[in-house]
């Protein structure tokens, strides 16, 4: 999620919308969670059941999960060679190292540990002393700036890789200009989603959905780094300006056909266990990138180089992306925590609460960047 004072692209302003919408997204998705879905989050008001309203947060987060922090990796992707080529390998490294380096560590030792806090009041535990505790036990909560975490170590794995090839990019080449390699066949694009769903069903062998390894769900990380390393490759060959029409309707349709598939084969499971425990987490892991390439790419259509913003509000969410995705964490908290005891159905507060801490995270987070400091940072 990389944040600029004015749009990411000159030829693409559509890409900072687009991220600004899925960072909104992902308050959305964590307020599902608080209200049933199933994934990690800090607080939850109501458990995971088979009710309906419930379910359908299950499977907007299921859906959700199969694209939309790959999105993120694959804007960053995009936007690395450009940036290394105009600014150097020493101010790029400096630079990402201010953006991305200094707000996780903050986020791990202040705002996490602050929001674990927080969430613990619901079970009538003081917030002072709670923080306290933590901070004197040197807690360190990445949260979702697991994020940050990963898009270093694959920026650095991929400065080492070019460097090693002789193919760093730098001001020294001249003025950046995109090669002419031919968009990747839908064979190719075919073997890279059953190559994905197989590597990630191996990760999971070793570290299952909602294991962590320093902060990170390896599980999740074969899309995240082919999706990284196709960025890098879109910005050298300008396929994001270039996508083709009868690929996006082909693996959009096919993301279509797709969708039901995982449902069906989870309610099958509830009459069949051994289905579940067997099948699904194959089905899973090789449906999660067929879904993913045809959202991706339609997304990516939507808001390619003839998108321009037309409201005020669109130019300040992409520049406030970064910011919201920062501080939402203790946001959603309190606004869930202030709803707490208002009895209604599970969907019904999901749609309040997170509507209602997108907007409260979009207005903090215009009201952060007003102090120099922060905006350099955020």
Known sequence: MRRTAGP?????PGLDMLRGLCTLLVVLHHAAITYGAIGGWYYREVATSPRLDVQLLVFFCTVNQAWFMGLFFLLAGYFTPPALARKGLFDFVRGRLLRLGLPLPVYGTLIGPATIALAATARGKPWGETFLTLLQH????NGPLWFAQALLLMTGAALAWWWGRGRLPGPAAGPWQPDARPWPRRRTLLLAALATGATAWLLRQA???GVNVWGLQLGYF???A??????CRAARSAWLERLPGTELRFWWRLALCCLPVLPLLYGLGARWPELRSAILPVAYAFWEPLVAWGILLRLLQAFGPGWRPTRRW?????RRAFAIYVIHPPVLVAVALAGAGVGAAPLLKW???GSLSCLLCFVLAGWLLRAPWLARLL
Do not use: C
């Open 8 to 12: 990411a692209h000159p030829q693409q």
């Open 138 to 141: 040197n807690t360190f909560e």
């Open 207 to 209: 570290w299952p959905v």
């Open 222 to 224: 074969a899309s995240y």
């Open 226 to 231: 082919l999706l990284f390393g196709v960025g």
């Open 314 to 318: 669109q130019t300040d969410l992409s």
């Open 351 to 353: 749609a309040v609460t």
